[in-house]
Structures are given as C-alpha cells and as structure tokens.
C-alpha cells in the first residue's frame, strides 16, 4: 500500500477553517442505454453550479478556504424524467504545511431517487422542500461543511449540522426513502440524527483529535501518532455503549487506508492498543489492520 508521503512547505499558510464548496460532480451513466444522454450531462452542469455557486451561509470566504469535495452520481434507471440513483459523497481538508489533503467524508447513499427536467433551474430554499434532487444535495453539502468545521474546532460544525437537519425535517414530507427513520439504519435520518446526540459525541471529538494529530505530523510525527492513536480510543468509547455502530463505519469509510498509511513509515511508536481498538470497533478492517506492523 502507498504509504502517505507528508511534503512540507512552511511559506504555505493553510486557512484555520474553511467553510464553502469547491465541488466536483460526476453523472455516470453507463447502465442507462437507448436514451440522448444530452440530459445526463446537463444535469452534471447544472448540478456543479448549484453547489459550487450556492450562497451555503451567510459568509464570504476566498478560493482557497473553500471544501474539496466530489459527488458521483450513479444512474440505475431513467425515464418521464424520474431518475433512480446512489450517490457517493466525498470531501477531504488539507494537512497544515503539507501538500496533502486527508479524507474527511466518504459515503454511499443507496436511496436516491429523483426528477429532473432538462435545463430546469436548482435553486435551493431553506424554509421548503421543493425536489428530492435539491434537499439530498442541499443536505449532504450541509454534511460535508459540518464534518470539516468539526476537524478545526471541537462541535464546530453545529450550525452546518442543524442547517442539514432541517432539510431532512422538511424532506420527510414527501415521501421519499431516506428520510425518515423506518428507511433503514444506515440512511439520512440516522446519519444526522446520530451525529447531533450525546450518545455518539466521541465520533466528533474523535474528527478533531485526529485532524488536529495530522496537523503535527510536519513538526513531530512521532507525537502526531500517538495523538491518532488516542483519538481511536476517543471513538472506541463508542462501542461500549453501541457496539457496530453506524457513525463508527462512517469514520473507517473514511479513515481506514489512511490509517494504515500512517502506521507503515516514519518513527515507531507503540501499537498494541491501537490494532486493539480498531479490531475491536472495526472488525469488517481486520485485514487491514494486519498491515500495521509497527
């Protein structure tokens, strides 16, 4: 496995948050034949300039403050307009004075059924549901602000959080699946739902140790990993009061391959507990918590 190589460049001022989109979105089409797929790429377009030209909160932050994130969109079927669909949502942060970016959000929503009129205007209302296609975007781009204000400051993604919230409040409303807490364990409504209780606040305290580990790596690597290390134990409280829990996949969906990336170069550190608690809270990873060795 490539291990992660950390560049450092100390004339580089990374920003302390960052806040809006810089959004890459990709249709992929392939499974849908006989049809002008001119609509698919419109909707690429139109959907890339919804989210990366969106007003998401009420500041104004420059090119460089802004979230790298992607969204593959991956049609099943099509037809009158109606679109069934996953989608793949992704964004990451930079590493302070390096070059690299760390993955923060890595999800796969299997439920993603919409409609589309070519060339239609998306324009996204915080007090309405107006399409299923505007509130899952509006809601995962809420998401993805939220996780990356938690990895700068501890809860900082509250306000994001509620904002996401409120958009799944008011899609339930129309019926479509993902919103509402009998559409699965692993939907919508449990992923903002578990993110804003007590019950799983490791899961974000765990974002912001982790995150702020990688920030040390320029300056003392040895130390950055024991503060990673810790921030797994931060998580593994988790389990003991919701073992398999939802928000703990969510982190390794993210999180796994870095990890072991982390572990496999640079100084040594103690690991027992560390391969413990991810064997422990992660043991769909097992295999790759084999290749820490050191």
Known sequence: MRKIVFIFLFLIAIPVQSQELKCS?????????????????????????????????????????????????????YGNDQFAATIQVQSS?????????SPVFNFNDKDFVFRYIEFESLIFNP????????SVIAFYSYMIMGMDADTFTPKGGNSYYEMAQN????AQQSGQKGWVQGDGNQSRYFLINDV???TFAPYRQALYEYHTALDLMADNQKQAKENI?????????IYNVRPNAFLTRVFFDAKSDEIVSVYSGGPS????????NLNKISPLNSSKWSNIKF
């Open 25 to 77: 979105v990709r249709i992929n089409y392939d499974r849908i034949t006989n049809t002008n797929t001119q609509v698919f790429k419109t909707l690429e377009r139109s959907l890339t300039d919804f989210i990366n030209k969106t007003k998401w909160t009420n500041q104004t932050f420059n090119e460089n403050e802004k979230i790298e994130c992607n969204m593959s969109i991956n049609l099943s079927g």
């Open 93 to 101: 942060r930079p590493i302070l004075n390096s070059t690299y970016s």
């Open 127 to 134: 007090n309405s549901y107006d399409s299923n296609l505007i």
């Open 167 to 170: 958009v799944a409040v008011l």
């Open 196 to 198: 804003l209780s007590n």
């Open 229 to 237: 290390k810790a921030s797994v134990k931060t998580l593994a409280e």
């Open 269 to 276: 550190i103690s690991i027992t507990d560390l391969v413990d």
